[in-house]
């Protein structure tokens, strides 16, 4: 059971790339997120998911997309980098037994992205 | 924005010492969370604490929380060099978690 896994762990770009993370459970959570980490901040969400096929934007959606084709996977995608978007990526899944969105959640390792 | 504030931002305390840190929340919730990240690792779920229950233990953690002050603690005993990381508290904010900044604990050998 290896729980969330990310993919890559590192990355550098240079502005005006466009990259795609990957972020995959095996836990059958129902519930996806995506966070970046900056130095000296918490956690702030990005896009968010709750179930297959449906996504919702958190609270600094611009410049990412997003997409949750299969249960297990929620890509998260950055069309044209730019320098802003340096930070670490970190995804989580959660299972709310309340059907919420607010319960327990499970992190991946996180993705250190560069961009140039 | 950020829903829960931690404080102090960072904190050095002397293996076996208490270190106490602190979380202060804007609005109305139903639960608390905490969270420890090591360094350059994902966080990890240390504890939940539902608005309706003043205080929880797991382990060396004691967490409380006083709604009428919007705040709650994270107490950890008889510390650790292995608890060395940073601590953030989480709220509940519409759909989605809001997390802290974070306290950075050192905890000295």
Known sequence: ?116 | SQQGEEDPQALSIQEGENATMNCSYKTSINNLQWYRQNSGRGLVHLILIRSNEREKHSGRLRVTLDTSKKSSSLLITASRAADTASYFCATPNNNDMRFGAGTRLTVKP
Not at chain 1, 14 to 29: P, V, Y
């Open chain 1, 1 to 116: 059971n290896a729980g969330v896994t990310q993919t890559p762990k590192f990355r550098v770009l240079k502005t005006g790339q466009s990259m795609t993370l990957l972020c995959a459970q095996d836990m059958n959570h129902e519930y996806m997120y995506w966070y970046r980490q900056d130095p000296g901040m918490g956690l702030r969400l990005i896009h968010y998911s709750v179930g297959e096929g449906t996504t919702a934007k958190g609270e600094v959606p611009d410049g990412y997309n997003v997409s949750r084709l299969k249960k297990q996977n929620f890509l998260l995608g950055l069309e044209s980098a730019a320098p802003s978007q340096t930070s670490v990526y970190f995804c989580a899944s959660s299972s709310p037994i309340s059907g919420r969105t607010t319960d327990t959640q499970y992190f991946g390792p996180g993705t250190r992205l560069t961009v140039l």
